[in-house]
């Protein structure tokens, strides 16, 4: 079994996800059963990714009770501002055939765009109305989570930002720890950088029997974050949910955060425009 964090909103959420930024070619609806026959309780999924589709077939055809799986998805910023936020998740739930959405998410904050303050508000409604479980943000950084808090009184329950050894966010994560908020990692294996082949990464693997993967995700959990590893493949999708048997020393995760560089693609939430 996955172990669990609880959210500031009394629900519980899965340790680790499965991340669903589509390959080419790739049949998302098999990705997602693979993965939930493998014991994926959390599945991220973005109006923008077009993953919805898949990742809906897979969650209604699985064996696995619909209350057992925690989908999360994201508002675009083409849909930001509160009648437009509404507009969004309903097409989500379209897309999805889901009848709720359990985790919801502000995808960028687009902070010249300035409507973020106004889609929390409309995410705070619909939670609410009852039409999705638990709201988040997603690459917010602490000026715009202390924004949303001031001008709402409602805090997230989860913030999803860029977090792997090349980008270990000690800063946020802290202020995290100190508001209730969970760190989720995106690109957590580094999406197909050098990182899986770096030396701290290499030597643990060695050390503990396991692959650079299984070594970077229980990292991120040794951190205390969510890592939402994407992997089309079943062997990889099992290797990568398989690292709640074997620990870290302070050492080995010292030498892994000692790797930050920065961001690998260069999206600061400040600047970024996403749509
Ligand atoms: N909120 C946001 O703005 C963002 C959110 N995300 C979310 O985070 C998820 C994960 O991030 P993503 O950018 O996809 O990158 P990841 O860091 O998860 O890397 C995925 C890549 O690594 C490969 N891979 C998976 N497991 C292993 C392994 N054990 N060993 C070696 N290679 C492996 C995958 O290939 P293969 O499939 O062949 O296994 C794939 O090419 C996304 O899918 C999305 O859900 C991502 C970016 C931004
Ligand atoms: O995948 C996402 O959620 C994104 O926001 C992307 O823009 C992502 O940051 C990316 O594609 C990085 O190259």
Do not use: C
Not at 18 to 33: F, N, P, R, W
Not at 167 to 183: C, M, N, S, W
Not at 214 to 220: G, S
Not at 243 to 252: H, K, N, S, Y
């Amino acid at each position: 079994m996955t172990p669990t964090f609880t959210l500031s909103d009394g629900t519980s959420i899965p340790a680790l996800g499965l991340g669903t930024v589509k390959s080419e070619g790739e049949d998302m609806a098999a990705t997602v059963g693979s993965a939930l026959d493998a014991g994926y309780r959390l599945i991220d999924t973005a109006l923008r990714y077009e993953t919805e589709g898949g990742v809906g077939e897979a969650v209604r055809a699985s064996s696995v009770p619909r209350e057992d799986i925690l989908v999360t998805t994201k508002i675009p910023g083409r849909y930001h501002g509160y009648d437009e936020a509404k507009e969004s998740v309903q097409l989500s739930l379209e897309g999805l055939g889901l009848d709720h959405i359990d985790l919801l998410l502000i995808h960028w904050p687009l902070p010249k765009v300035d409507k973020y303050v106004d889609t929390w508000r409309a995410m705070i409604d619909l939670q609410k109305d009852g039409v999705v479980t638990s709201i988040g943000v997603s690459n917010f950084t602490e000026a715009h989570l202390d924004r949303i808090v001031r001008e709402t009184g409602v805090a997230p329950v989860v913030n999803q930002v860029e977090l792997h050894p090349f980008f270990p966010q000690a800063d946020l994560r802290a202020y995290h720890a100190e508001h209730g908020i969970v760190t989720e990692s995106w690109s957590p294996l580094g999406r197909g950088s050098e990182l899986l082949k770096a030396a701290p990464v290499a030597e643990a693997a060695a050390a503990h029997d396991v692959s650079p993967g299984q070594v970077v995700l229980r990292w991120h959990h040794q951190l205390g974050a969510v890592p939402l590893p994407k992997s089309s493949n079943p062997d990889r999708q099992k290797q990568n949910l398989d690292i709640f048997d074997f620990a870290l020393t302070q050492g080995e995760v010292d030498a892994i955060s000692s790797l930050e560089r920065g961001r690998i693609w260069d999206q600061d939430p400040d600047t970024h425009e996403e749509f």
